[in-house]
């Protein structure tokens, strides 16, 4: 047996952190859906704008959806310079958010590795790096043997299927605890006098003369003067109560995680060729994805075939995992666009703002999105770091096209 | 895992398949009239709902052919299958 009790070293289990009212029947801004984005939308209403007439509508529990659902990668390696702006904005913020909200995030800069496996991804790899180092994102091409040093369990055979020919570094990137993000987000916004209601499903969005008037919800209507998305793979269905669609599909994406184990894993891999990505979270469990379900679904469950593919390419890379078991496997759904990157700024009717389109990829956008995005409804104005994620990039053909440039699994 | 029933094969693995999104999105009949939205909606649009959806398949490790199918996508039932060219069926 092992002399250490796995888990050990983390807190205890908060006791309620936020209050539970009864919805008010107006408020200044609703947001809709009580995420890590819906969440950090409050936290930066609040601190960065003094919004606090303020309701957060989930219709679960809170960071019951995707939020509960990620395998926590936090990075900011991405190719393009409006990625390379908005993430990296993120990854600033979270290296201060646990002061910022004065609670323990588990936020850990163990360094993520993005595998290449061949000549293409090599190239692709190293012109990333290149990218990134002019954007200010630390970023290191790692041959082979580097990338054994910094993560000893992974196979560098030649002989593998997917051979390991080097990897993109990017030490700051890591993972944090995804629940005690929420936790401390909601115990902000909630401080501030915020209204986080649960069980409270929008079913209907009200408009007139083209501008927002308030939702209508499961426990009656509330009005508001701005009502802002971050309904995640739920998007187009709250589009559609407001009129008007995106460019999206609601996919499942599914994760696993094995027994506790010793620590065995010191970083972040991920393999964007064979599909798969993996750390391992600090209580001691292998933390696994994949891509996602080929089809459409809102079911939040995926098909066992590709955990099988996604256990196989596991194996590949860190044989010594065949002795590891799975325990649990999950899905989220996740809302995927045509070029892989958010869509987040004004929508088609006034006083109504869109935040959607993080796909496999929010979570580490958490503290950059809420900060953005609550500059855009407060003043009604994409912030800068947003303007090139409005929807008419599809219409205008500037699409930031992240699609495979960028190890955009997550 | 879903089980699939080709119109040809009847039902198999869904492992057996590929998929192909929304179904009856035709190619416009004049792409140089259109304008820059209509242009973006052909592209980019693509239904997405919490319910029944006429979506394409192909049975790619069977018999290979491309049919349609009605299948809800909150609970991931098959409602019809239909082959290409035939109408869409009513789902009630
Ligand atoms: C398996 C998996 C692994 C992932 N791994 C990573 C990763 O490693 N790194 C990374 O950066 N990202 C990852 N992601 C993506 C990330 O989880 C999402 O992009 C992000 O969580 C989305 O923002 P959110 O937290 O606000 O979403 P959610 O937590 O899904 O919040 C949306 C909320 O809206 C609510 N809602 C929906 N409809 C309504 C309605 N009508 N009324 C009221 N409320 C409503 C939902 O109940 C939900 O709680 C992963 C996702 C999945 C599923
Ligand atoms: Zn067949």
């Not at chain 1, 043997?145 to 997917?162: F, G, L």
């Not at chain 1, 998305?229 to 995106?246: K, P, R, T, W, Y």
């Not at chain 1, 979270?281 to 379900?293: F, T, Y």
């Not at chain 2, 049975?59 to 060219?85: D, K, M, P, Q, S």
Request: hydrophobic share 40%; net charge negative; glycine share 10%.
């Amino acid at each position: 047996m092992s002399p250490r009790t796995p888990g050990a070293q983390l807190p205890e289990h908060p006791d309620w952190l936020w209050r539970t009212p009864d919805p008010r029947r107006s408020y200044d801004v609703v947001i809709v859906g009580g995420g890590g984005h819906g969440l950090a939308t409050a936290h930066y209403l609040a601190r960065n704008h003094g919004i606090t007439d303020v309701a957060v509508l989930e219709r679960g529990w809170l960071a019951g959806g995707n939020m509960a659902r990620n395998t926590t990668i936090i990075r900011s390696n991405y190719l393009w310079d409006e990625s390379a702006g908005i993430y990296e904005h993120a990854l600033r913020l979270w290296e201060g958010l646990e002061e910022e909200l004065d609670y323990p995030l588990l936020f850990s800069q163990r360094g993520v590795l993005n595998l290449a496996h061949s000549l293409q991804d090599v190239r692709d790899s190293v012109r990333r790096v290149e990218a990134n180092r002019l954007n200010a994102v630390d970023a290191q091409w790692l041959d082979p043997r580097q990338v054994k040093e910094v993560c000893p369990i992974v196979n560098i055979s030649p002989d593998a299927r997917y051979p390991v020919m080097g990897a993109t570094y990017q030490p700051r990137a890591g993972i944090a605890k995804h629940d005690h993000v929420a936790w401390g987000l909601a115990r902000s916004a909630d401080a501030a006098g915020i209204d986080l209601i649960q069980n409270c499903e929008v079913t209907g969005i009200d408009v007139t003369g083209g501008r927002v008037t308030g939702v209508r919800t499961s426990l009656g209507p509330i009005a508001a003067g701005k009502v802002a998305l971050c309904a995640a793979g739920h998007s187009s269905v709250l589009a559609a109560m407001a009129g008007f669609e995106l460019p999206l599909q609601s996919h499942p994406l599914q994760a696993l995680v094995s027994e506790l184990l010793e620590p065995v894993h010191p970083t972040v891999v991920m393999s964007n060729a064979v599909h798969v990505y993996v750390s391992q979270a600090h209580k001691g469990e292998l933390v696994m994805g994949a891509g996602v379900d080929a089809y459409t679904a809102y079911t939040q469950r995926g098909a066992f075939h590709v955990i099988e593919r996604q256990m196989a390419a596991a194996l590949e890379l860190f044989p010594v995992f065949a002795r590891a078991h799975v325990l649990r496997t999950w899905g989220g759904i996740v809302d995927v666009t045509p070029d892989a990157s958010p869509i987040t700024g004004l929508a088609p009717v006034d006083q109504l703002y869109l935040n959607c389109g993080w796909g496999t990829g929010g979570f580490k956008a958490t503290p950059g999105v809420g900060w953005v995005y609550a500059h855009t409804i407060a003043h009604d104005d994409p912030h800068p770091l947003a303007r090139p994620f409005c929807l008419d990039r599809f219409t205008t053909g500037a699409l930031v096209d992240e699609h495979g440039a960028a190890a955009v699994a997550h | 895992m879903l089980l699939i029933p080709c119109p040809w094969c009847g039902p198999r693995d869904e492992a057996e398949f590929g998929y192909g999104g929304q179904a009856h999105v035709p190619y416009p009949e004049d792409p140089t009239a259109l304008t820059d939205e209509e242009w973006a909606r052909y592209l980019f649009f693509r239904n997405n709902p919490k319910g029944p959806h006429p979506e394409r398949w192909c049975h790619a490790a069977g018999c290979r052919r491309w049919f349609n199918a009605v299948r809800n996508t909150a609970t991931n039932e098959i409602l019809a299958v239909y082959r290409v060219g035939e109408p869409r069926p009513v789902i009630v």
